[in-house]
C-alpha cells in the first residue's frame, strides 16, 4: 500500500528578491500549488514545506524572506531547511519520511528543473515512488552559450528525462485523482 506525503519545494518569498524573477507564469502556478496543497490535505496527505536557506542574500535567514509565499497559507506538517539542491541532504527529511512509512512522494514547488528534478532524482534513488506535478512548479529562463531556454522547454526537458525513470509525470488533477 502507497502512503504519500506532497514536498512542496522552495515556495518561498526569497524569489520575488532575485534579478530573474518574472510574473508571467506565477498566476498559472498559484494557482495550480494551491489546488494542489488544499487537495493533498482534503485527503490527510501531509504537506512537507522545504525552504532552501544561503549565508546571504535573499535566501539568507538573516534577509527575512526564507518563508512560505504570501498566498500560501496551509499549515505545513513539518518544515525542513536544505544547503543545496535536494531536499534530503542533511535535512533529516528521509528519517521523517521512514518513520511514517512513508513510500510515494508528490513533488511542487520552485525551479522546475533545478531544486526539484534534483530532489526527484535522489528520491527515486533511495526508493520512493515519486509523482512529478510540474504544473504546480515554477521556474524561469536561463541562458547558456548564448541560448536561452524558455520556461515551457525547461519544463518539456525536465519531465523527459524524469519519465519513466525517475518519476511519473503527473497533472495536479491526475494527482489528486490517482489519490482518492
Known amino acids: 500500500m502507497s502512503r504519500s506525503a506532497l514536498i512542496n519545494i522552495d515556495s518561498q518569498q526569497s524569489f520575488f528578491h532575485r534579478d530573474y524573477w518574472q510574473e508571467e507564469d506565477f498566476p498559472a502556478f498559484r494557482q495550480a500549488i494551491s489546488t494542489l496543497i488544499s487537495g ?3 485527503l490527510k496527505v501531509p504537506v512537507v514545506d ?3 536557506v544561503d549565508d546571504q542574500g535573499p535566501f539568507s535567514l538573516a534577509s527575512g524572506y526564507v518563508k512560505a ?3 500560501l497559507q496551509h499549515q505545513a506538517d513539518v518544515i525542513f531547511q536544505k544547503h543545496v539542491h ?3 541532504t542533511d ?12 513510500n510515494h512522494l508528490i513533488i511542487c514547488g520552485i525551479r522546475t528543473e533545478q531544486c526539484c528534478e534534483t530532489t526527484a532524482r535522489v528520491a527515486s534513488d533511495l526508493g520512493y515512488r515519486v509523482s512529478f506535478v510540474s504544473d504546480a512548479m515554477l521556474t524561469f529562463p536561463m541562458s547558456w552559450k548564448g541560448v536561452t531556454l524558455d520556461t515551457a ?5 525536465t519531465e523527459t528525462v524524469l519519465a519513466g525513470r525517475f518519476a511519473q509525470i503527473q497533472t495536479v488533477a ?7
Open 86 to 88: 535536494n531536499a534530503f
Open 50 to 52: 522545504i525552504f532552501h
Open 40 to 42: 493533498c490535505q482534503d
Open 69 to 71: 509565499m504570501p498566498f
Open 153 to 157: 522547454t525547461l519544463r518539456h526537458r
Open 91 to 102: 535535512t533529516g527529511l528521509d528519517l521523517w519520511l521512514r518513520k511514517r512509512d512513508i
Open 174 to 180: 491526475e494527482c489528486l485523482e490517482s489519490l482518492s
